[in-house]
């Protein structure tokens, strides 16, 4: 019964390091498509090839800025897997 309630919580934990991993990222696109597609509307240019760039732009900013921090989120969680892995394990 200790390693079910174990394991939900490190499946639990893993949905809240997925969320905090992917979130910067989908963010910050979704605010540059935002401010782009209202660009757009205003000069009535519908270019979708247009969106395109700044995502990426700013995707890959946003990788470089936050990519150690989201890595080490990662890293921890996974140094807590192998942990219970082994506890399980005896």
Same mark, same amino acid.
């Given at each position: 019964?200790?390693?079910?309630? #174990?394991? @939900?919580? @490190?499946?639990?934990?893993?949905?809240?390091?997925?969320?905090?991993?992917?979130?910067?990222?989908?963010?910050?696109?979704?605010?540059?498509?935002?401010?782009?597609?209202?660009?757009?509307?205003?000069?009535?240019?519908?270019?979708?090839?247009?969106?395109?760039?700044?995502?990426?732009?700013?995707?890959? @900013?946003?990788?470089?800025?936050?990519?150690? #921090?989201?890595?080490?989120?990662?890293?921890?969680?996974?140094?807590?897997?192998?942990?219970?892995?082994?506890?399980?394990?005896?």
């Amino acid at each position: 019964m200790d390693d079910t309630a #174990a394991l @939900l919580g @490190l499946a639990d934990r893993m949905l809240w390091v997925a969320a905090l991993v992917a979130a910067p990222v989908l963010l910050a696109s979704l605010a540059v498509g935002l401010v782009v597609g209202i660009i757009q509307a205003a000069t009535s240019v519908n270019e979708q090839t247009l969106t395109f760039v700044p995502k990426l732009a700013i995707t890959a @900013l946003v990788l470089v800025l936050l990519g150690g #921090a989201m890595l080490g989120l990662v890293g921890d969680f996974l140094k807590d897997v192998f942990a219970q892995i082994a506890v399980t394990g005896r």
